[in-house]
């Protein structure tokens, strides 16, 4: 994790981490729709130091592109019609999400009559989160769990109780082999109920008493994921946080 000052300010792409980082249109639009449905704030930045913006809702998202609301002053209104790019940044929660919108055009009376402005869907977008401050919990309903690949043919599953882009938080039992700072663990994989298993490979970072007792808590990190595996864990990552806030 990025150990940068918190900013509400744009950041540049090249300075966040690849785990901060999603694609894929499918995961791309699951976390604007997440916006979408909460009403979040989201604020168009048009330079660079941040000195000309406004703020904005996203009103649509489909596969064709996004529109967010462009009922604001005159002043911003031809801001955001002059701009090339846009780069957005909203505070959904405690993450900080953050995509650029290339092209953006402006429709004075788009939406119900609304000025709108219309962008492409985003190829990418960066959702930040520092320090592993954001984690989600997944419901004791996924049964989800890690399982770690122990030689050919013989595996140890582990009750996984927290997840994050950078990594996850497994409980160990005093029946289980205890791991050590360090290790490595290469062809494990994730498992919840009513999903495909995730495969990764894991780096054992920590180890903490444990929530019941005869416990462990171990904290591990994610190696080297593929993209297409990265975006299933934030996919699953962003189920997990729909159905608590649904529940709650």
């Known amino acids: 994790m990025s150990d940068s000052t918190p900013t509400i300010l744009p950041e540049p792409a090249e300075s966040l981490p690849a785990a901060f980082r999603i694609e894929g249109e499918l995961a791309v639009r699951a976390v604007l729709r997440d916006l979408l449905e909460r ?5 168009l930045y048009a330079d660079a130091a941040g000195d000309s913006f406004c703020v904005s809702r996203l009103l649509h998202v489909d596969t064709d ?4 609301d462009a009922d604001v002053e005159v002043s911003q209104r031809t801001l955001l019609a002059g ?18 919108l290339a092209r953006p055009q402006l429709d004075t009376a788009g939406h119900d009559g609304r000025p709108v402005l219309r962008a492409g869907l985003p190829g990418h977008l960066y959702r930040i989160q520092r320090r592993d ?14 399982v770690r690949r122990i030689t050919h043919g013989v595996e140890e599953r582990y009750e996984l109780t927290d997840l994050s882009a ?11 082999t205890v791991p050590q700072p360090g290790e490595m663990w290469a062809h494990g994989r994730l498992e919840a109920a009513g999903g495909e298993a995730i495969p990764c490979d894991l780096l054992v970072r920590h180890l903490e008493p444990g929530p019941r007792a005869g ?11 593929p993209s ?9 990552v962003l ?10």
């Open 166 to 176: 950078g990594g996850v938080s497994i409980v160990v039992t005093d029946t289980q």
């Open 39 to 43: 009403s979040t704030l989201v604020t």
């Open 65 to 68: 592109g996004v529109e967010l």
């Open 239 to 248: 189920d997990i946080e729909r159905r608590l806030r649904q529940s709650a």
């Open 83 to 100: 701009a090339a790019e846009l780069v957005a940044v909203a505070f959904p929660g405690r993450v900080k999400t953050q995509f650029s």
């Open 133 to 146: 401050a954001f984690r989600v919990h997944p419901p004791a309903g996924d049964s989800a769990a890690c």
């Open 215 to 225: 416990t462990q808590r171990v904290g591990l990190a994610f190696q080297a994921l």
């Open 228 to 236: 297409e595996v990265m975006r299933r864990i934030q996919l699953y």
